[in-house]
């Protein structure tokens, strides 16, 4: 079993949808959560980071964790054309982050 | 704030050279890690380095890969004997404290051929 699953997509909306964006761990010891975005032929970018449980909401971004679930989700409202990339959640207990295979995202005009 | 450089941005190696890649933290930052990437592939934990220290190897290959972040100068992943298989984009990163979150740099594509 996966450190981190992450349900590949590709993922297609019309833009001002609402796009939400999973990912589900088996650690219990991680602590750290984090979303990345990718765009092609770059390095990744931290979006959102968060160590509890609960929502954090940056903007149009929302990061949502649930370790009882050990479930993470990242919602982005009013999508826009320039969300279009990849989608990278990662979480960590320590030195290392773990992170998922990436949810491909195109956001359609 | 030049952000986390790494070069080069492509790299094209025949089978048995050796590949240097290297990475600037960005400013203030003291911790760098090494990834790798591959194509439907997340990106893969390789080491964790302090200012001349390895903290943490236990993602590098034990053969034909090293790492090294010496005082005065730039992270440096070595790769010796490269293989077809050691193509990939590897990234670098930095961060100012142990577990904050990491700033990415924007990769050297390795290509061996």
């Known amino acids: 079993q996966k450190e981190v699953e992450q349900d590949p997509g590709p993922l297609s909306v019309p833009e001002g949808a609402i796009v939400s964006l999973n990912c589900t761990y088996s650690?219990?010891?991680?602590?750290?959560f984090m979303w990345y975005r990718q765009y092609s032929r770059k390095g990744p970018e931290l979006l959102m980071y968060?160590?509890?449980?609960g929502n954090k909401e940056d903007g149009r971004f929302t990061a949502q964790v649930d370790k009882s679930s050990k479930y993470i989700s990242l919602f982005i409202r009013d999508s826009q054309p320039s969300d279009s990339a990849t989608y990278l959640c990662?979480?960590?207990?320590?030195?290392?982050?773990?992170f998922g295979t990436g949810t491909s995202l195109t956001v359609i005009p | 704030n030049a952000g986390v450089m790494q070069n080069p941005r492509h790299l094209v190696r025949r089978r048995g050279q050796e590949a240097r890649l290297r990475c600037s933290p960005m400013?203030?930052?003291?911790?760098v890690y090494w990834y790798r990437q591959l194509p439907e592939e997340g990106l893969k934990f390789m080491v964790y380095?302090?200012?001349?220290?390895?903290?943490?190897e236990s993602g590098m290959p034990k053969e034909r890969f090293s790492a090294e972040f010496p005082k005065e100068g730039p992270s440096i992943l070595r790769i010796q004997q490269v293989v077809r298989g050691d193509s990939a984009a590897y990234f670098c990163?930095?961060?100012?404290?142990?577990?904050?979150?990491?700033?990415f740099g924007s990769g050297t594509r390795l290509t061996v051929v």
């Open positions: 990163a930095s961060s100012p404290y142990t577990g904050d979150g990491y700033t």
């Open positions: 650690n219990s010891a991680f602590q750290y």
């Open positions: 968060t160590y509890s449980s």
């Open positions: 990662a979480m960590s207990a320590g030195n290392q982050f773990y």
């Open positions: 400013k203030g930052h003291s911790h």
């Open positions: 380095l302090q200012k001349e220290n390895i903290i943490d």
